[in-house]
């Protein structure tokens, strides 16, 4: 029993060295191509990384442009309202209504 385990390890030594003997270009070949492989990766990694963070940005920055562009149409929506005429005149033009009296403060520096 002891032979053939001997008989065995020494067999397959035998064609571990017949291996690397006659194989060790491709086996360099392939090692050499799995780490550019690997930097490749991370790069690639980075990337998606930098692409994900920019997405994030541009998804918030649409949230608010939609916020604005509802805005917009609810302005454009109410303007034949007369309520939203008087407060557009009160805050854009410094109208007053009648029977109101407008304030000024200064500064006095």
């Given at each position: ?45 980075i ?55 407008k ?7």
């Amino acid at each position: 029993m002891y032979t053939k385990t001997l008989y065995y390890i020494s067999k397959t030594v035998k064609t571990v060295e017949h291996v690397l003997k006659n194989f060790w270009g491709t086996i360099l070949f392939c090692l050499i191509a799995i780490s550019f492989f690997e930097q490749e990766m991370a790069k690639k990694d980075i990337e998606h990384q930098q692409f994900f963070s920019q997405f994030q940005q541009l998804k918030k920055q649409r949230v608010k442009e939609l916020n604005i562009q509802d805005h917009l149409k609810r302005q454009v929506n109410s303007q034949s309202d007369p309520y939203w005429i008087e407060l557009v005149l009160m805050n854009g033009l410094g109208l007053v209504p009648e029977g109101h009296k407008k304030v000024y403060f200064f500064d006095n520096e």
